[in-house]
């Protein structure tokens, strides 16, 4: 594997880290917001 195959796994990895992340705390954040 190339250093940039590995450079665009990484990435997206880190992406979808970061969007389960957002995407759980914008559904704790729900229903704080509605109490």
């Given at each position: ?11 997206q ?23």
């Open positions: 594997m190339t250093l940039f195959g590995v450079h665009v796994a990484t990435s990895l880190l992406i979808m880290i970061g969007w389960a992340v957002f995407g759980i705390a914008f559904l704790v954040a729900i229903p704080d917001d509605r109490r």
